[in-house]
């Protein structure tokens, strides 16, 4: 695809899209706008650019849309694409905030805000297991993926010392591979 033929106005809006409708957990609706709408990624590359951004500091759709908003239209691109994602959840926010300091000991609006919290763990779990029927997760390297979820899931180690363990070996797999 010609990503420069994406002009600004479209970033802003499709990822306007994302921020409003993933308010609160946005992968499974970047994923659901940029590959199955837009056509913008393939399931591989949104993968691969998902990565990157967690790979990266920040939060991981700031960094997707920053990087994939320059990669189309450049510093404005950029632009358009951060501020699409990040002003109708900030408008929310701000108003949210307002209500709750008002309102927020009420019965109902405690139940509310549960019932909002269970939506986005369900968007999220969905978004996983759409993940996990990818052709990557049928690659031999899924196995340092599971290792390194159950080793800090299940048997609780530091993030850090999975990865230190896990990195090294993952590395010389890749490398005896690419010979």
């Given at each position: 695809?010609d990503?420069?033929?994406?002009?600004?106005?479209?970033?802003f809006?499709?990822?306007?899209?994302?921020?409003?409708q993933?308010?609160?957990?946005?992968?499974?609706?970047?994923?659901?706008?940029?590959v199955?709408e837009?056509?913008w990624?393939?399931?591989?590359?949104?993968l691969?650019?998902?990565?990157?951004a967690?790979?990266?500091?920040?939060?991981?759709i700031?960094?997707?849309?920053i990087?994939?908003?320059?990669?189309?239209a450049?510093?404005?691109?950029?632009?358009?694409?951060?501020c699409?994602?990040?002003?109708?959840?900030f408008?929310?926010?701000?108003?949210?905030?307002?209500l709750?300091?008002?309102?927020?000991?009420?019965?109902?609006?405690?139940?509310?805000?549960?019932?909002?919290?269970?939506?986005g763990?369900?968007?999220?779990?969905?978004?996983?297991?759409?993940?996990?029927?990818?052709?990557?997760?049928?690659?031999?390297?899924?196995?340092?993926?599971?290792?390194?979820?159950?080793?800090?899931?299940?048997?609780?180690?530091?993030?850090?010392?999975?990865?230190?363990?896990?990195a090294?070996?993952?590395w010389?797999?890749?490398?005896?591979?690419?010979k």
């Amino acid at each position: 695809m010609d990503f420069t033929a994406i002009t600004p106005r479209e970033l802003f809006i499709a990822f306007f899209k994302i921020g409003i409708q993933g308010f609160g957990g946005v992968l499974p609706w970047a994923r659901r706008v940029l590959v199955e709408e837009r056509h913008w990624f393939t399931e591989e590359e949104f993968l691969d650019a998902w990565g990157l951004a967690q790979a990266l500091p920040g939060g991981n759709i700031i960094n997707l849309s920053i990087g994939f908003g320059l990669r189309c239209a450049g510093p404005l691109g950029s632009c358009a694409a951060l501020c699409g994602l990040t002003l109708a959840p900030f408008a929310i926010m701000v108003m949210l905030g307002v209500l709750y300091t008002e309102y927020g000991e009420v019965a109902g609006v405690v139940g509310l805000l549960r019932g909002v919290a269970a939506a986005g763990a369900g968007l999220v779990v969905s978004a996983g297991l759409k993940f996990a029927i990818s052709p990557r997760l049928r690659s031999p390297l899924a196995v340092f993926a599971i290792a390194a979820f159950i080793l800090s899931a299940f048997v609780r180690w530091p993030l850090a010392l999975v990865l230190l363990l896990l990195a090294p070996f993952s590395w010389w797999y890749c490398w005896r591979r690419a010979k």
